[in-house]
């Protein structure tokens, strides 16, 4: 649902709706909708979806804990190049 948030612990699934939250702990999975934002703990994997106006349809972008900048237990966003982002 719309902007509510979901919390889970290691190895869970946390997934929010559109603006919404999502928080995963270690090796967890956070999975935010439009606008949203996602955090996950040491190893974990976060996901954000955004619309794409060409091909009009979502897209997800995938970040995980570790590469490319992204820190454990940091919100991120998207930017509107759809990069992760602190929040």
């Known amino acids: ?3 509510q948030s979901a919390v889970v612990g290691a190895l869970g699934t946390a997934t929010a709706g559109d603006s919404g ?3 995963a702990g270690h090796r967890g999975t956070a999975t935010a909708g439009h606008c ?3 955090t996950a703990g040491h190893r974990g994997t976060i996901c954000i979806k955004w619309w794409d106006d060409k091909a009009a349809r979502y897209r997800m972008t995938v970040g995980y804990v570790g590469e490319d900048g992204i820190k454990p ?3 991120y966003r998207l930017d ?3 990069k992760f982002v602190e929040a």
Do not use: L, S
């Open 73 to 75: 237990n940091t919100a």
């Open 80 to 82: 509107d190049n759809h």
């Open 21 to 23: 939250t999502a928080t």
């Open 36 to 38: 949203g934002t996602a």
């Open 1 to 3: 649902k719309a902007g």
